[in-house]
């Protein structure tokens, strides 16, 4: 495996991880149509365990099948697809080796009440399963979140010793937040810090608005005169509060949107340096023809 100077200078900030780890985040950079470029695409499909199967796949019934998102991952180049442990067992012998795979370590659902998450995977199932890394969610804000940073930490820990990478999904939520709290820029900001000071190799955070949410927050943000008028400039600051960009940040599709709302996204994602998106809903529901096409256009965003 060849790396390109754009690989190698990303895998040279991650000054404390083993050969493994750093093999395993390669296969994530150097694989599909975006491989070498130091950007990636992921598709997660955690969406049946998060909001039930109907508002998850009856837009397109193809979805369904396990092996409908595999293959969608593969067709389209990605560099990586996320599912949780059953989905990956329906077709990770099917397709070993074609696309590296991030068993989803936990889980919520929309039955409970409660902002927290269940584990329902192991670092042993990932590495059975063949996977390059696990994902995990952490809610900061929760009442939970002390303990799925707990729980993140000792599955971290041993995933890192196997050589695996270890991607979390940074969502603030909680009783402090509100809707609109949950993606303003200083939140998220604070979100994707958090992330990177647990120890995660990939940070997943949600694009953030213009709001700045917490009055604590305010004054630094005027002060020091911090540009978040545009979503490059605010994910610029997340790039930022992410160890200078010393650690992977990549940003969620979120809700389904139209196609040209979701390409000036990415877009921005693009011209604010962030490394890549993570994008489900918006290309699985949509007819199979219609997601590779958007994903086609997609990467070519962050290829330019």
Same mark, same amino acid.
Request: proline residues 6%.
């Given at each position: 495996?060849?790396?390109?100077?754009?690989?190698?200078?990303?895998?040279?900030?991650?000054?404390?991880?083993?050969?493994?780890?750093?093999?395993?985040?390669?296969?994530?950079?150097?694989?599909?149509?975006?491989?070498?470029?130091?950007?990636?695409?992921?598709?997660?499909?955690?969406?049946?365990?998060?909001?039930?199967?109907?508002?998850?796949?009856? $837009?397109?019934?193809?979805?369904?099948?396990?092996?409908?998102?595999?293959?969608?991952?593969?067709?389209?180049?990605?560099?990586?697809?996320?599912?949780?442990?059953?989905?990956?067992?329906?077709?990770?012998? +099917?397709?070993?080796?074609?696309?590296?795979?991030?068993?989803?370590?936990?889980?919520?659902?929309?039955?409970?009440?409660?902002?927290?998450?269940?584990?329902?995977?192991?670092?042993?199932?990932?590495?059975?399963?063949?996977?390059?890394?696990?994902?995990?969610?952490?809610?900061?804000?929760?009442?939970?979140?002390?303990?799925?940073?707990?729980?993140?930490?000792?599955?971290?820990?041993?995933? +890192?010793?196997?050589?695996? %990478?270890?991607?979390?999904?940074?969502?603030?939520?909680?009783?402090?937040?509100?809707?609109?709290?949950?993606?303003?820029?200083?939140?998220?900001?604070?979100?994707?810090?958090? $992330?990177?000071?647990?120890?995660?190799?990939?940070?997943?955070?949600?694009?953030?608005?213009?709001?700045?949410?917490?009055?604590?927050?305010?004054?630094?943000?005027?002060?020091? +005169?911090?540009?978040?008028?545009?979503?490059?400039?605010?994910?610029?600051?997340?790039?930022?509060?992410?160890?200078?960009?010393?650690?992977?940040?990549?940003?969620?599709?979120?809700?389904? %949107?139209?196609?040209?709302?979701?390409?000036?996204?990415?877009?921005?994602?693009?011209?604010?340096?962030?490394?890549?998106?993570?994008?489900?809903?918006?290309?699985?529901?949509?007819?199979?023809?219609?997601?590779?096409?958007?994903?086609?256009?997609?990467?070519?965003?962050?290829?330019?």
């Amino acid at each position: 495996m060849t790396l390109t100077p754009q690989v190698k200078a990303i895998l040279d900030q991650y000054e404390s991880d083993n050969p493994g780890t750093k093999t395993n985040l390669a296969r994530f950079l150097n694989a599909g149509k975006l491989g070498g470029t130091g950007k990636l695409v992921i598709l997660p499909v955690d969406q049946g365990f998060e909001h039930g199967p109907a508002r998850s796949f009856a $837009a397109n019934p193809a979805a369904y099948d396990p092996h409908y998102h595999f293959e969608l991952a593969i067709e389209a180049g990605l560099s990586g697809y996320a599912a949780p442990l059953g989905m990956l067992e329906c077709g990770a012998a +099917k397709y070993a080796s074609e696309i590296p795979l991030i068993l989803k370590c936990n889980s919520s659902n929309s039955l409970a009440t409660e902002k927290d998450q269940a584990v329902t995977g192991t670092v042993a199932d990932a590495l059975r399963l063949g996977c390059a890394g696990i994902g995990f969610t952490i809610y900061p804000g929760s009442e939970y979140c002390f303990d799925q940073m707990e729980e993140f930490r000792e599955l971290a820990a041993e995933a +890192k010793a196997a050589g695996l %990478a270890v991607i979390l999904w940074s969502y603030p939520r909680g009783p402090m937040l509100d809707k609109p709290a949950e993606t303003a820029v200083d939140v998220c900001a604070y979100a994707a810090h958090m $992330a990177a000071l647990c120890g995660a190799h990939i940070i997943k955070v949600k694009p953030p608005t213009d709001l700045v949410a917490l009055p604590a927050n305010k004054a630094a943000y005027e002060q020091n +005169k911090i540009d978040i008028s545009t979503l490059p400039a605010r994910i610029q600051h997340v790039v930022q509060s992410s160890f200078a960009g010393r650690r992977i940040v990549i940003f969620s599709g979120g809700e389904k %949107a139209g196609t040209d709302n979701l390409l000036t996204t990415i877009k921005g994602i693009h011209d604010g340096g962030g490394f890549g998106s993570i994008i489900g809903r918006n290309v699985f529901q949509r007819p199979k023809a219609e997601a590779l096409d958007l994903l086609n256009q997609i990467i070519t965003i962050f290829k330019s």
